[in-house]
Each structure stands twice: as structure tokens, then as C-alpha cells.
């Protein structure tokens, strides 16, 4: 009979599994490692776990036998299928309270329904974000759960004590009900697409029209990585553009342009549309990967459609050059979060979770690939109001934005003028543009759907009248032989 002395299991001895285990192991926990494939088991046994509190289990049977009451059972291993065939091994061995915790990246839908089905049962179950790749994993990542609450006081010590830390607080916090641990964690993913495509375009900018050598625009990135921007995903930028191959050249520019994703901004972006919110930069990443990925028609496409060609003195002032740009990229970082958060506000208010978002900036803070100084500017701001109604409401962000438009502004009319594609640079622009302006064309869209498909119009308050009633769906006959009957409203 095994005895029961591991704190928790883990299923999964991938990449991320394995560096999970070997830092829960750093903390004191003693692990129990589980893979289908026993060879995996052994081998990490005898190489990267050896001499740790790390044990094997041989099945699934030896696994839940191996682990404390109530048991606390990791799995990281792909999302979709395999999770729901995991938890059907699982169940049948499991007591009632232990816990099923599903670390991968998985959809929240799928997780609201495993947390459903599971809590019936008497199963505890928690869907975690984790971000922070390889590294993260071993040495801190960010966790985000969410899901059966009473799981929490039983996995709280464990997770906060492997997930990174800033400023001495864990970056991982109890997130909220059901699926909101991984819709969190897709949201992030969101985030994590926009910020990417908002560094791609400042690099595509100083190259095409600054003319910047790879080895400049890393000194770019070195310096930007001192002040607002500082980030880990500038980091590596400026990490990556001075990487050069064996021949001494960047080894970047021999890259295919062809974005791959598995799918977690394109939840976020769908997401964004089912709840009618305007979180147009990730769509806009989303798709600029996309674009990107059709490649053998661009290929046709640029022998075929002209442009601007972009002058070799294109930039007079280089310094002003950069700082614009820097701008650019800190605005439009700036509306990209504001962003994130209305749609995280819409999803909680939507589907009835009360979600922490001090807490949620804080998680995102240090240990995921997202990190920033910027973040705890957010965390700041949520701590100081965390009801606030909009990130550009907060006063340090709304002064931030109003510092940065003009070189914000500028950076998008020259891309514009020579031709160089901004498409995350001025989707955010004309967001801010939009959210500022208190009136929209949308009054003549509304005369345009009401005119040829009688689908009504409200009436501004000030301009009501006998013929015009305020806060009435009016048809209006605008051809004078159409009819007078209205179409059913359908409100998105
Ligand atoms: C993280 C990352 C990670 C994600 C990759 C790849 O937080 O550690 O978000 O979860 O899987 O970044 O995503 P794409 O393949 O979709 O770019």
C-alpha cells in the first residue's frame, strides 16, 4: 500500500509540468509526478527530480493513493479533450473535497461546464491561468485561479508560494467562480497578442522608414526598457534583435513572416463581439496574424498594388523619431489594457462573477509574459478605486494618454503617409478617438437602418417633439411609399 505523503499531484510531464514540479518541489511541497507515458516518469526521476521530494506514480490508482485528503491533483496537458478524459479516469478514485486543479490553457466555457458537472459530484474544481512559459514555471509563474472557492484555503499556500512575486506580494490571487480563472488567463492571452503586434509595429516602423539597423532598434528597445515601457516582452526584443546567426546576421530577418497562434486571442477577441465590447487591438492583432499568414498572396499582392516608396531621408529628426514612436507604443499599450478591463468588467457583470481587479492586475504584474512596470500603475489604479469605471478615467492614465498623442499621432500619419501598415497603433487611436467623442455618427447609420429596413430610431431628449417622442422607437416613412410598420428591434 503507497503511503499518502505527497501534497499535491501533477499530470503532465511536459515542459510546463515538469518546471512546475521542480519548483513546488524548491518550496517544501513533496510532488507526485504522473504521465500516461511511464518512460516520461522515469526519466525525470532519475535526471531533473533527483534528490527532491519528487515521487512517481505508476497509475492513476497509485497517484490519488500517494497524495494527502484532500487530495490536490495539477494537470497540464492540452487543452480540449484530453483534460475531459483525464477527469473521467480521475473521478472513480477520488473522494469527495479533493481537488481537480486544470493548469492548461483551456476555454472558459469548458471550464464553467467541468465546474458544473464536477461540483455535482462533490469534486472541487479549479481552472488556473498560468502564465510565465519555461522560466516562469520553474522560477515563479503567474497563477490565476478560479472556480470552487473552498477549494482555495487548501491550494492557497502552495500556489502562492511557487508563484512569482512582486514587490513581495504573490502574483497569484483567488480570481472568482466557475470558468473566471481561465477567462482571466484568455484575457491576458488577449493582451499578450496586442502588446506583441504594438512592438512589431514600432520595429517595422524604424525599419522600413527610419531605416534602423536591427542592431539600432535593439539600443532602442535597451532604452525604452528603462522608462514606461519597461517590460519583459521588450526585453527579449531588444534580446532577440541583437541575436545574430553563424553567418553574424540577424538571425530575426531570416524568420518567416508568418504568425502562428493556437487560439486563446482569437477566444478573446470572439469573446469581445458576444459581450458587444469594443476591444478592437487584440482583434486587430488577431488578425494582423492573420494577414501575416497568407503570405504567398501578399507575395502576388505587392508586385500587383502600389505605394508610397519611403525616401532614404524619410526622418530629419531621429531622436524625435523614436520618442514619438515610444509614445505611440505607450498610448496605445494604455488603450489596449483599458480595453482588456471593460471587457473583463462586461464578462463579470454578464455572467454574474464578482471579480477582484486589483487582484487581477496584481497576478499580472510579475511572472507572466505580459509583465510590465506599467502594471503596477494599473494595480494602483484598481487598488485606489476598485470599481473605476474605465482605466482612462483613472487620472495617471488619462494624463499619460493626453502627454503622448501628439508624438502618438504623428508616428501613425507618417506610417500613413509612407505606407507602412499600423494596424494596432491606429485601431487604439481611433478607440480614444471614439470613447472621447461625445457624439457619433451612429445617428445617421440609425437613419440609414431605419430608412431600408424600418428598424426605428430613438430621438435625442433635446429634440423631441409631438411627432418625435422621447424614449419611443419611431419609424419614420422617409420615402413616402414605404410603409409605416417597424421590424423588430434587435439589440446586440
Ligand atoms: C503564457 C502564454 C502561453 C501561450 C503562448 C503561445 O502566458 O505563458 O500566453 O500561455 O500559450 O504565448 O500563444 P500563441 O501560440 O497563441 O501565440
Known amino acids: 500500500m503507497s503511503k499518502a505523503v505527497g501534497d499535491l499531484g501533477l499530470v503532465g510531464l511536459a515542459v510546463m ?139 492557497k499556500n502552495i500556489f502562492q508560494s511557487i508563484a512569482a512575486k512582486s514587490d513581495g506580494e504573490p502574483c497569484c490571487e483567488w480570481v472568482g467562480p466557475a470558468g473566471s480563472g481561465h477567462y482571466v488567463k484568455m484575457v491576458h492571452n488577449g493582451i499578450e497578442y496586442g502588446d506583441m503586434q504594438l512592438i512589431c509595429e514600432a520595429y517595422d516602423i ?21 522608462g514606461v515601457l519597461d517590460s519583459f516582452l521588450i526585453e527579449i526584443t531588444r534580446d532577440i534583435l541583437k541575436f545574430d546567426d553563424v553567418d553574424g546576421k540577424p538571425l530575426v530577418e531570416k524568420i518567416m513572416d508568418t504568425a502562428g497562434q493556437k487560439g486563446t486571442g482569437k477566444w478573446t477577441a470572439i469573446n469581445a463581439l458576444d459581450l458587444g465590447m469594443p476591444v478592437t487591438l487584440i482583434g486587430e492583432a488577431v488578425f494582423s496574424r492573420c494577414l501575416s499568414a497568407i503570405k504567398d498572396e501578399r507575395k502576388r499582392a505587392s508586385k500587383l498594388l502600389a505605394g508610397p516608396t519611403v525616401p532614404k531621408n524619410a526622418i530629419h529628426d531621429r531622436q524625435q523619431f523614436v520618442y514619438d514612436l515610444e ?46 512596470i506599467f502594471l503596477a500603475e494599473i494595480t494602483k489604479a484598481y487598488r485606489d478605486d476598485p470599481d473605476l469605471e ?48 461625445e457624439r457619433l455618427p451612429a445617428n445617421l447609420l440609425q437613419a440609414q437602418r431605419d430608412y431600408f429596413g424600418a428598424h426605428t430610431f430613438r430621438v435625442l431628449p433635446e429634440c423631441a417633439s409631438a411627432h418625435l417622442p422621447v424614449d419611443k422607437d419611431i419609424h419614420i416613412n422617409w420615402t413616402g411609399h414605404g410603409g409605416n410598420i417597424s421590424s423588430s428591434t434587435y439589440q446586440a
Open 17 to 155: 509540468g515538469q518546471n512546475l514540479i521542480l519548483n513546488a518541489a524548491d518550496h517544501g511541497f513533496t510532488v507526485v509526478a504522473y504521465n500516461r507515458t511511464q518512460s516520461k516518469v522515469d526519466r525525470f526521476l532519475a535526471n531533473e527530480a533527483k534528490g527532491k521530494s519528487i515521487i512517481g506514480a505508476t497509475s492513476i490508482e497509485d497517484l490519488v493513493a500517494k497524495l494527502k485528503k484532500p487530495r490536490k491533483i495539477m494537470l497540464l496537458i492540452k487543452a480540449g479533450a484530453p483534460v475531459d478524459i483525464l477527469i473521467r479516469e480521475l473521478v472513480p478514485h477520488l473522494d469527495k473535497g479533493d481537488i481537480i486543479i486544470d493548469g492548461g490553457n483551456s476555454h472558459f466555457p469548458d471550464t464553467n461546464r467541468r465546474y458544473e458537472e464536477l461540483t455535482k459530484q462533490g469534486i472541487l474544481f479549479v481552472g488556473s491561468g498560468v502564465s510565465g512559459g519555461e522560466d516562469g514555471a520553474r522560477f515563479g509563474p503567474s497563477l490565476m485561479p478560479g472556480g470552487s472557492a473552498e477549494a482555495w484555503p487548501h491550494i
Open 327 to 372: 509614445q505611440a507604443l505607450y498610448a496605445s499599450k494604455i488603450i489596449s489594457y483599458a480595453q482588456g478591463f471593460m471587457l473583463i468588467r462586461e464578462a463579470a457583470r454578464s455572467y454574474g462573477w464578482k471579480l477582484n481587479n486589483p487582484a487581477i492586475a496584481l497576478m499580472w504584474r510579475g511572472g507572466c509574459i505580459i509583465r510590465s
Open 206 to 226: 524604424m525599419k522600413r522608414i527610419g531605416r534602423f539597423t536591427d542592431k539600432e532598434i535593439s539600443e532602442v528597445f535597451d532604452k525604452w526598457n528603462t
Open 390 to 437: 474605465n482605466l482612462l478615467f483613472n487620472k495617471f492614465f488619462a494624463s499619460a494618454v493626453t502627454k503622448a498623442q501628439s508624438g502618438w499621432r504623428r508616428s501613425i500619419a507618417l506610417a500613413a503617409t509612407y505606407g507602412v501598415p499600423t494596424p494596432a497603433f491606429s485601431t487604439a487611436l481611433a478607440f480614444y478617438d471614439g470613447y472621447r467623442s
